[in-house]
C-alpha cells in the first residue's frame, strides 16, 4: 500500500540533478492511503487510511540505493460509514487491535520512464509479510508552488502517484475473497 512512496523514490533519483543523499518524510494532510473492491460485482466500494508516516531517503546519483519506509495504522480506517469501519476492522478481517500497523519497506527500484518507475518492497499485513510492487508517477521535485505564501511549504519538496493491486486472502484478511484490493497512493514529502 504504502508502497506508494517507492515508486515516487526511484523516479526522483533518476530526474534530479547529482547531489548528496536526502531524507522527505510524509505531509500527513497532504498524503491519501486510498483501497477500492468489488462488492460482489455490483459496485466498488472504497476506503483509506488516514494515518499514514514515510521516510523516504535518496541519492539523485544512485537511485538503486533510495530506500522507502511506511507505517499506516490500521485503526484509522475509514470509509464513511461506521459500522463497515467497524466490520472491517473487526476479527473478521484487518483485526486492528492484534495488528495497529501495516508496513511497507522498499526493496528495489526500476525507472521505467522519465517520471515513472516500479518499486518493490516488503508489504506487511495481518502478520503477513509479501513482496509488492508499486507503480509510481513522480508529480512533483523542488520548492513547493505555495512556499512564497507560507512558511510551512519552504523548502524542498518531492510528490507522487503510487498504485497497486494484492490479493487480501494472501495476507490471511478476511473469510472470503471480494478480488482484488486496488490501491492508490498520492503524497506529498518535505525535506529535513
Request: overall charge negative.
Amino acid at each position: 500500500m504504502i508502497k506508494l512512496a517507492q515508486t515516487g523514490i526511484a523516479a526522483i533519483l533518476l530526474t534530479v540533478p547529482a547531489a548528496m543523499a536526502t531524507t522527505y518524510k510524509t505531509d500527513q494532510g497532504h498524503t491519501e492511503v486510498q483501497f477500492s473492491w468489488s462488492h460482489a460485482g455490483v459496485s466498488t466500494q472504497s476506503g483509506e487510511f488516514t494515518e499514514v508516516a514515510g521516510t523516504l531517503d535518496i541519492n539523485p546519483e544512485n537511485a538503486e540505493d533510495a530506500s522507502l519506509s511506511v507505517t499506516i495504522k490500521t485503526d484509522s480506517l475509514a470509509t464513511g460509514f461506521k459500522p463497515l469501519d467497524d466490520h472491517l476492522s473487526s476479527a473478521d478481517f484487518l483485526e486492528v487491535e492484534t495488528y495497529p500497523e501495516i508496513t511497507f519497506v522498499s526493496t528495489a527500484v526500476e525507472k521505467t520512464g522519465e517520471d515513472t518507475a516500479k518499486v518493490t518492497g516488503d508489504l506487511t499485513l495481518h502478520g503477513t509479510t509479501k513482496p509488492v510492487t508499486l507503480d509510481t508517477k513522480l508529480t512533483h521535485i523542488g520548492p513547493h508552488p505555495v512556499g512564497s505564501s507560507l512558511d510551512y511549504y519552504k523548502g524542498e519538496w518531492i510528490a507522487f502517484e503510487a498504485s497497486t493491486t494484492i490479493d487480501h486472502t494472501e495476507f490471511g484478511v478476511g473469510p472470503f475473497s471480494t478480488g482484488p484490493i486496488t490501491i492508490q497512493i498520492v503524497t506529498e514529502m518535505k525535506a529535513e
